[in-house]
């Protein structure tokens, strides 16, 4: 069972958030010429502003942004929040979540929602090298309101490693369980280090996310948002914890195209 995250935590929650806008507006990214080629019409990715270095000697530091509501940060692996992480700052019927982009590459976006309580930290530690990012609110699936993007570097010993020409027949033949849905999106996972692809299968506007739970946590929910265009997936990665539960969905721009029930695993 996933843990509520305290100040030293060691806790992955998960997102889903219901809004993958139809031209990403450029957030920051780290290296020159690190931005993705778009195959789709859906998006529209442009090169955003250079990366921040995070703080030298920075045990206990960490990078920040806030919104009134939620606050996400960026830290240091020694730090007292490493990795990724959002929390709720208001007692409110909204909720605090954090969307993100990996290594300068915008084809894939992240998003964790925090469903738990005020004060509550959700997050998750398996981060790139780069990790562009902002907080944003929201009321349900909608979204209220968001921060500026900032991005950071050089903030994890071990970061994830930058993957995005995996296929979606080489996704299901690297996972152990599969899922999808009509409108043309996968998704798969395995659960020895676990990972999650979202697939994108069909030729169209439409957007492909996988939507899932890890540990049985109904307080934190993860979103993967493929951005990239047909036959391209994005993936996360979660260290020891299993996905519980888990669906494939469809959008266009924020409206939901199709979508399964949720399965438990």
């Given amino acids: 069972m996933v843990m509520t995250m305290t100040a030293a935590f060691s806790v992955e929650g998960a997102a889903a958030d219901a809004a993958a806008p139809s031209a990403v507006k450029a957030p920051p990214v780290a290296a020159a010429g690190a931005t993705a080629r778009v195959v789709t019409p859906a998006v529209t990715l442009t090169a955003p502003p250079a990366a921040v270095p995070a703080a ?4 206990g530091k960490a990078e920040c942004v806030r919104v009134k509501g939620a606050r ?3 830290g240091l692996d020694q730090s007292a929040l490493p990795g990724i992480t959002v929390q709720d700052t208001k007692k409110d019927r909204l909720h605090a979540a954090v969307e ?5 590459y915008l084809g ?5 929602h925090n469903l738990a309580r005020e004060g509550e ?11 562009t990012f902002r907080a944003a609110v929201y009321k349900g699936d909608r979204r209220i309101k968001v921060s500026g993007w900032k991005t950071v570097s050089d903030v994890t010993k071990h970061p994830v490693k930058r993957e995005t020409r995996v296929t979606p027949a080489g996704a299901r033949a690297r996972s152990e369980v599969c899922t999808s849905t009509k409108g043309a999106a996968d998704m798969c996972f395995g659960e020895k280090k676990t990972f999650v692809f979202a697939c994108d299968t069909g030729a169209d506007r439409h957007q492909a996310r996988a939507e899932y739970f890890l540990n049985g946590d109904p307080t934190a929910r993860f979103e993967i948002h493929q951005l990239g265009g047909l036959n391209t997936c994005g993936k996360a990665v979660h260290g020891d914890l ?3 539960m888990y669906r494939a969905s469809v ?3 924020t ?3 199709a979508t399964r029930l949720y399965k438990y695993n």
């Fill in 255 to 257: 409206h939901l195209v």
């Fill in 251 to 253: 959008f266009d721009d």
């Fill in 56 to 59: 030298a000697g920075g045990a």
């Fill in 242 to 244: 299993a996905v519980s």
């Fill in 121 to 131: 930290i959700r997050g998750n530690r398996q981060i790139g090298k780069t990790v």
């Fill in 72 to 74: 996400a940060c960026v």
């Fill in 108 to 112: 894939t976006k992240y998003v964790i």
């Fill in 100 to 104: 993100y982009y990996q290594n300068g």
